[in-house]
Structure formats: C-alpha cells, structure tokens
C-alpha cells in the first residue's frame, strides 16, 4: 500500500511540474517581407527545475533542420541563411521567443520550439510548441504626413520638419514635392524627412509626399496635402546671461548693395582751428574708427563756448585754446606795429 502511494505521489508531482512547465505559443504568425518578425514561446519558471537545452528549429519541403540551439556551451546558429539574423533573449528567463531579421520568402515554413528542463533528481522534462510561418510582401500603404514640435504654424527663423511615414515591406522609398501656383509640383527631396533649419516666410505653401516600394505592382501612393504656414516676425536668439552690453554690435545691410557697417552711432567732428573737444554727459562709448569728412569751415566771430550735434543726438561741446587765442592776438599786435 505504501509503495502506491509513492507512485501516486510522484506522479501528482510530475503532472503538476509538467503543467507549470508548458509551453505557450501561436499557430500562426504573417510576417512582412524584408521587415521583422517574433515568434513566441514562452514559459513560467518553476522551483526545482533548470532549463538544460533550448532550440528551434523548421520544417520545409519534409525535411527538418535546427537553426538555433541554446545549451551550457553558449548560442549556436547552425544555418547559415540564419546567422545575423535569429536572436532569443538571453536576461529574460521563461522567455525563449525567436526573432528573425530581414524576412526573406524562403523563411516560410514551420517552425517549433522545444525546451529540456532538468529537474533536482535529474529527470528530463521536454516540450515544444510549432508556430507556422508565412512571410508576404505588402505594397506600400498610403502615406501619413507627420509635422515637427511646433506643427504646421511654425515662427520665422524656427527649426521645423516634415516627415512622410507610411508601411509596407521594405525598402520604401519616399519623395517630397511643394504645390506651385500653376498646378505643377515641384520635388524637393528624395527622404522620407523634409527639414528646415531657418523658416523662411517664402517656405510657406503646400506641400505633399509620396511612398513605393518593390512589392505588388510597385504602386505609388501619395498623401494628402498639408499647409505649412510661416507666421510672425523672424525668431531672434536672446543675448545670454553675462553679455556685454557694449559689445559690438552685428553688421546690417545697408543700401541696395552688399556692404555692411556698423549700426553704432557716427561722430563727425569739423576741426576749423586748435580746439579741446570735450564729450559731456553720454552713455554711449564713442567707436574706434570715426567718420571724417573735410568741411569749409568759416572764421570764428566769437570766443565762448559752442556746441555740435552727433547722428545720436548728443551734444558735443568745443571750446576755444586759450594758448591759442593768445598767440593769434600776439600776431595781430605785431602786424598793426608794423603798419604804423
């Protein structure tokens, strides 16, 4: 009697571990051509037993071969049209799942997975799960137009894009055309993202993208249209923190040609004799390199102080040399002695 309760306990046990212990997977699995593809197989660990060896393997045309085999020496690709393509993961425990890369049409077929558990009295427990595999080419669907962060109303001088997305069995080629007043469109790129990195107000109009690829009849699809609109004055970059606010300021066109000067204040100054020029009560520094302009300048009839106006509107204020006016009275002394 004792002995068949042995067994009937040990048979309890194996039943319920076999249970914690299956496999679970899919019948069926489409992939896309040239895209990637996971066919799963999972299980939830249980105390007492050890995976010892996990593999895949398919079936075609009646015959079977492993393609990938897991065991204490490490991963092992053993077909050669699987390698740097078919991963399982290794940090992930219960989770045995083949991913394959770069579906190509033979990929089709049957494929099982199969696990070995070893239990603590080293018994082997076995399972597997077949997953059916069919790999199509998909045309390319109709194209969706993505816009950047700020939308399709985007500030002058902003950074922007668009980005044409749409899916289907790999490569998918993409190009992107602008809509033109008289009905023509214009191409632009040949990428599936088109990019600005300064919008210009003349960047605004409408704009449309269009998607292939080699599948079916190679159909091209095209998106709709979108509107992109420029909108506001040019965004200008803020002088960061610690600027100095004296410092030179940038060039600016000026007049219809390609010279630039500077946007600081001008001063000309008209030297008719010897004079102290004295800047009075002025916050803005005086530039390096002055306008000079010869100027006809009449005899003075007066000795105090006169003024003169920069392009800023400052005064500048000039008095006479007194040494000089000395000297001038000095000579005209003379020259009426001599007369005499």
């Known amino acids: 009697m004792g002995e068949v309760v042995r067994i009937v306990v040990f048979v309890m046990a194996f039943i319920n571990c076999n249970a914690l212990l299956d496999l679970s997977g899919v019948p069926q699995v489409k992939g896309t051509w040239m895209a990637t593809a ?3 197989c999972a299980y939830m660990p249980s105390e007492g037993f050890t995976q010892q060896m996990l593999s895949w393997s398919i079936e075609r045309d009646h015959r079977t071969s492993t393609i990938f085999r897991r065991d204490d020496s490490g991963d092992h690709i053993l077909l050669a049209q699987f390698r740097d393509r078919v991963s399982v993961p290794k940090h992930s425990p219960g989770n045995a ?10 990929d089709s077929g049957h494929y099982t997975c199969k ?25 390319v669907t109709k194209p969706v137009i993505r816009a950047g962060e700020l939308g399709l109303a985007v500030p002058a001088g902003a950074r922007t894009s668009l980005t044409c997305v749409a899916d289907g069995s790999p490569p998918i080629s ?3 055309f602008r809509s033109t007043p008289g009905g023509k469109a214009l191409l632009l790129s040949s990428q599936a993202e088109l990019a600005w990195d300064r919008l210009q107000p003349s960047d605004a109009g409408k704009y449309y993208c269009e998607a292939e690829n080699r599948a079916g009849a190679r159909a091209v699809q095209q998106s ?19 600027t100095d606010r004296h410092a ?13 000067v500077p946007t600081e204040p001008l001063y000309e100054v008209a030297f008719c004799s010897t004079a102290d020029v004295m800047r009075l009560e002025t916050d803005v520094e005086v530039p390096v390199k002055c306008l000079h302009k010869k100027t006809n300048c009449k005899t003075e009839t007066f000795n105090d102080t006169f003024t003169v106006k920069d392009d800023s509107h400052n005064s500048i204020y000039i008095r006479k040399n007194p040494e000089y006016e000395n000297l001038v009275s000095a000579m005209e002394s003379e020259y009426e002695t001599e007369r005499i």
């Open 224 to 242: 709709d249209t979108v509107e992109l609109t420029v909108r506001g004055s040019p965004v200008t970059q803020q002088p960061s923190a610690g």
């Open 248 to 260: 030179r300021p940038p060039l600016t066109p000026r007049g219809s040609g390609t010279q630039q």
């Open 174 to 176: 993409y190009r992107w």
């Open 115 to 139: 696990v070995i558990w070893r239990s603590e009295n080293n018994s082997l427990v076995t399972k597997e799960v077949t997953t059916v595999v069919k790999v199509v080419k998909v045309a």
């Open 97 to 106: 799942s083949l991913l394959i890369e770069n579906l190509e049409m033979p």
């Open 38 to 40: 996971t066919l799963p």
